[in-house]
Each structure stands twice: as C-alpha cells, then as structure tokens.
C-alpha cells in the first residue's frame, strides 16, 4: 500500500477530576490522506481548521508523527510524503486537535507498512511525542479511557457507560495554548484537595460504570486543575452554572481549554444547555459555537 485515508476522532481529556488521565472520544473527527510519493520532500493540503497556517515541514505533527514510526520501522528509509486533511476539530481549544495528527500519523503510517505494531505500542509511540497519554488514549481506542504512566510507559484502559450520554461542546473563539493553562496549575496541591479529586475520579468511574447517573453532578468536581486555570476562560463559572440551571450534570474544561463540555442526559432539552452556555459566555462578550455530540467508540480507523 502506498495511500491511506484515516479518521480521528476529537478528544476530551481530563475529565473534570481525572487530570492527566481520563479522556473519552467524541464524534467530531479530522480525516487525512496519506501517500507515500515517489518525489522527496513533503506536499500538504488542508481544507477546514489550521488552513489557512499548517505548512508541509518536519515539525507539523501530522508528519512528524508518521516519520517517527516510519523510520523506526524501515531504519529511515527515505520517502516523499503527501497528507490531505479535512480538519473539523477546533485547534487550541481542548479537543485534542494535536493528539489527532499524532495518532493519525502514527496509524496511516502502521497501516501502511503492514501493521508491524499493535495499538497499545501506539500509544507509547503517541505518548512519548505528546508527553501524555490522556488525549491520545481515547483517539486510539475511543470510548472512555483511564490511562496512566508505570516506568515511563503508558497505558490505557477502555471502557463504555452503562447509558447513553451527550456532550455539549462550546467553542470560544479565544484560543488557550496548552502551554500557557499548564503553567497556571501549581507544583504542589493541599493534601485535602487530593483526597476530594480521587473520590470524584472514582465517583465518576463508578459512575459511568453502574450506569448510576445522578452522581454525575458531583463526580464532575474538580479542585486539581479547573479552580487555577479559571482566570483564562472568560466567564467560566457563569458557563458552568448556565449548563447545570438549563438541565445538565455537570459542566468542565475540556481538556487545557477554552472549549467548556457539558455532560447531559439525552432525555434532556441539550440544544437548550448548549444554547444557555453560549448566552452566558455572549454576556462576558466572548463569542461561541458549540457541537452536540455523542461518544465515539471506535477511536481512529481506516474509512
């Protein structure tokens, strides 16, 4: 095979009180074309988000990412690359735009040479370029994913609710560079606010699990990650506060941010927590989209 088309889907990472280790797929998704080309260098085109700026040179994730499992595997044998993306998830907004290239290079690349490795070898590959493996889980695997660190290797593990769920994404039109909201947590957390975010974190698991969704609300909490970063969103606690009065669980940060995702029963008016979330980030004069999604339970794949 010399060309590939692949799609990924948008990520959700951290979860509220699972920083740096829960995550779950949505069904927004990038797709992109990979061709392996007989001229040297790199050719690249893009329709929909990053257009306008993404350039064809070694440091764009989407090559980066296939080049790094290429040339592990072929003892870098030298090649021409083409990549078309259809690009739908929002960049620097916390839906795991940039884990999406990873992953997608990382998998057309495999794909490619015959499948030499297994998804979960993905995920160290991913993990080792994204530096964590909370976005980059789920956009392998999709469902809900619980992933951690032992020895400096990465892990996941997948899981699926009990009952359906819909996620209610609002987009502000100010980005939040991942860099900068992490520079906003601190290095160390009072002991109490440990404890209250792993009991949420296992609330949430229990949650999901048992399909027991009237702890959603307070699984949903967070002390690790949200209150530090809250200053970057403008209006975030009035987001928050519109999504729950207009009939959802909870709301969060998705990811580093800005986008904040309500979780709501599908049962529930979601057009109208999503609507109320926009009007309350419109009032602080920060304006936004938003995306009714569900969960996607495939993570990437060949189409």
């Known amino acids: 095979m010399r060309k590939v088309t692949i799609q990924v889907p948008a ?149 699926l609710p009990a009952k359906p769920l819909k996620f209610v994404a609002v987009v502000p039109s100010s980005k939040l560079a991942t860099s900068l909201a992490r520079q906003a947590i601190p290095e160390t957390v009072p002991h109490k606010d440990a404890v209250y975010n792993t009991s949420r974190a296992s609330l949430l698991v229990g949650s999901l699990l048992s399909g027991n969704y009237e702890y959603l609300g307070m699984s949903l909490e967070d002390k690790l990650h949200q209150p530090y970063r809250a200053h970057l969103i403008t209006g975030l606690a009035d987001v928050f506060a519109a999504a729950k009065d207009a009939g959802a669980y909870n709301a969060i940060i998705s990811g580093a941010g800005s986008t904040v995702m309500a979780y709501v029963d599908p049962a529930k008016d979601y057009e109208a927590v999503a609507r109320a979330m926009v009007k309350a980030f419109a009032q602080h004069g920060e304006q936004a989209v938003y995306h009714i999604l569900d969960l996607d339970t495939e993570g990437v794949k060949v189409i």
């Open 11 to 159: 990520t959700s990472a951290n979860c509220g009180p699972g920083f740096d280790s829960l995550g779950l797929a949505v069904n927004l998704y990038n797709e992109a074309t990979y061709e392996v080309t007989d001229t040297k260098g790199f050719q690249l085109e893009v329709v929909g988000e990053g257009a306008e700026y993404l350039k064809p040179f070694g440091r764009n994730l989407a090559f980066a990412s296939f080049l790094k499992l290429w040339n592990k595997a072929t003892d870098c044998q030298r090649i021409g690359l083409k990549v078309s993306m259809v690009n739908r998830i929002p960049m620097s907004r916390g839906l795991g735009s940039s884990s999406s290239a990873i992953v997608g290079g990382l998998f057309a690349a495999n794909i490619l040479l015959g499948e030499p490795y297994s998804k979960d070898e993905l995920l160290g590959l991913a993990t080792e370029i994204e530096g964590h493996p909370d976005n980059v889980a789920p956009a392998i695997y999709g469902g809900f994913t619980i992933s951690y660190m032992e020895a400096e290797k990465a892990h996941s593990l997948r899981l």
